[in-house]
T-cell receptor, first 116, second 116 residues
Framework: AQTVTQSQPEMSVQEAETVTLSCTYD???????LFWYKQPPSRQMILVIR??????QNATENRFSVNFQKAAKSFSLKISDSQLGDAAMYFC?????????????FGAGTTVTVRA | NAGVTQTPKFRVLKTGQSMTLLCAQD?????MYWYRQDPGMGLRLIHY???????AKGEVPDGYNVSRLKKQNFLLGLESAAPSQTSVYFC???????????????FGPGTRLTVT
């Protein structure tokens, strides 16, 4: 199974400021997908952003953007203009591009606290 | 369109008791997954199914069984519950993948299970 590592158990950010969450992964594949999921206190898993490994351009979704460094196997998430509603646990996940299962491998998660 | 639903939302079991968790999806998805979430470990795959009538083991299958008799339902069974199975269980579904197109996994709201 692929290993996904999130080295920051907790991060705190002031409202309206920027926070960056780190994620590294281990794989021998050249084609794959990476995701960031948000889990608020409601427990619901919400897809925030996705990145295809074959695309060099970093994905962006409104205030959320990623820094994808394929050679370094690094996939960080930047939350800009942080809002109180961004407070949640964030999971990085990896998925193979080919195969017959397409299951996700998750990191341990980073809890983000937003200070008003 | 309810998406992915899970029954029950909460359950307390005594050691040795059995139970079945039901996952249902109304999106006609081929792929379904069962994950467990434990503090500091992210989500780990228990079992998955790539179509009606098929099941396969994931990362942590011991102590669990699954069945996919109907395309829309994926059942997770605990034959003899143990305290180590205290966790939050998530079901997810996906339509799979077609070439370079990616179909995301949609998650249910989770089931919190406590085994005493």
């Amino acid at each position: 199974a692929q290993t996904v590592t999130q080295s920051q158990p907790e991060m705190s950010v002031q409202e309206a400021e920027t926070v960056t969450l780190s994620c590294t992964y281990d794989t021998s594949e050249s084609d794959y997908y990476l995701f960031w999921y948000k889990q608020p206190p409601s427990r619901q898993m919400i897809l925030v952003i996705r990145q295809e490994a074959y695309k060099q351009q970093n994905a962006t979704e409104n205030r959320f953007s990623v820094n994808f460094q394929k050679a370094a196997k690094s996939f960080s998430l930047k939350i800009s203009d942080s809002q109180l509603g961004d407070a949640a646990m964030y999971f990085c996940a990896y998925r193979r591009a080919y195969g017959d299962d397409y299951k996700l491998s998750f990191g341990a998660g980073t809890t983000v606290t937003v200070r008003a | 369109n309810a998406g992915v639903t899970q029954t029950p939302k909460f359950r307390v079991l005594k050691t040795g008791q059995s139970m079945t968790l039901l996952c249902a999806q109304d999106m006609n998805h081929e792929y379904m997954y069962w994950y467990r979430q434990d503090p500091g470990m992210g989500l780990r795959l228990i079992h998955y199914s790539v179509g009606e009538g098929t099941t396969a083991k994931g990362e942590v299958p011991d102590g669990y069984n699954v069945s996919r008799l109907k395309k829309q339902n994926f059942l997770l069974g605990l034959e003899s519950a143990a305290p180590s199975q205290t966790s939050v269980y998530f079901c997810a579904s996906s339509s799979g993948i077609d070439g370079k197109r990616l179909y995301e996994q949609y998650f249910g709201p989770g089931t919190r299970l406590t085994v005493t």
